[in-house]
């Protein structure tokens, strides 16, 4: 499937590298006050380098704002459901507009992430897929994808399970790779594109 697909996946790399450093170009004054807003707000670093599983099956750390107290991940589980009390005031704000995502933006130039693909999942959660799902490790993850718009909102459905992790690997993550999958029948850039415009569209609603 991947091998007639060469031309875009080429044109779609190239798109990624021009697109993510014209953004980060932009917005870096915009970025610099927030990454002094999240030092002001709570004791951490700016940034948060968690381990996902990116293409190939290959691990590597993500960039993302960091919206939670410091070694949070060492005093709750890899979800983050409702009223999380680990979500520092700052991060509240940084999760609800979507800007922890814009860091990313940094794995896409070293060539990691793509702009567009499969959201890159922890390891524990890789560990759950099918032989059918590991198809979606052929390429870079994203930092969106028709997936993420289509479960905007999994935090607020995990908050009301009483086994969030159960719930995530049993009921959301099959139709969220079943999303996954099918992006990867139609990778164009022109695809890639119209995935980001709803992507902002999802965001401002």
Do not use: H, W
């Not at 060469?6 to 915009?30: A, E, G, Q």
């Not at 594109?193 to 709803?198: D, E, P």
């Amino acid at each position: 499937m991947l091998n007639k697909r060469k031309f875009s996946l080429c044109c779609k790399r190239v798109f990624d590298i021009v697109i993510s450093f014209i953004i980060l170009l932009l917005l870096s004054p915009f970025l610099l006050l927030l990454a002094i807003a999240i030092k002001l707000d709570s004791k951490g670093p700016v940034f948060y380098r968690q381990v996902r599983v990116g293409r190939y099956n290959r691990d590597f750390k993500i960039f993302k704002f960091r919206t939670m107290v410091q070694d949070a991940d060492k005093i709750g589980p890899p979800l983050t459901v409702g009223d999380d009390p680990r979500v520092t005031r700052m991060g509240r704000f940084i999760r609800k507009l979507r800007l922890d995502e814009f860091s990313q933006l940094l794995n896409v130039l070293d060539g990691s992430m793509s702009l567009v693909g499969p959201r890159p999942e922890v390891r524990k959660y890789v560990e759950a897929y099918t032989p059918e799902y590991m198809a979606t490790l052929l390429i870079r993850p994203g930092i969106t994808a028709t997936s993420s718009i289509a479960f905007k909102d999994e935090d607020r459905l995990l908050n009301a399970a009483e086994n969030p992790e159960q719930v995530y690997v049993e009921q959301i993550l099959p139709p969220k790779m079943a999303y996954n999958l099918e992006y990867m029948k139609n990778i164009t850039l022109l695809n890639d594109i119209k995935i980001m415009f709803q992507t902002v569209g999802a965001v401002l609603k």
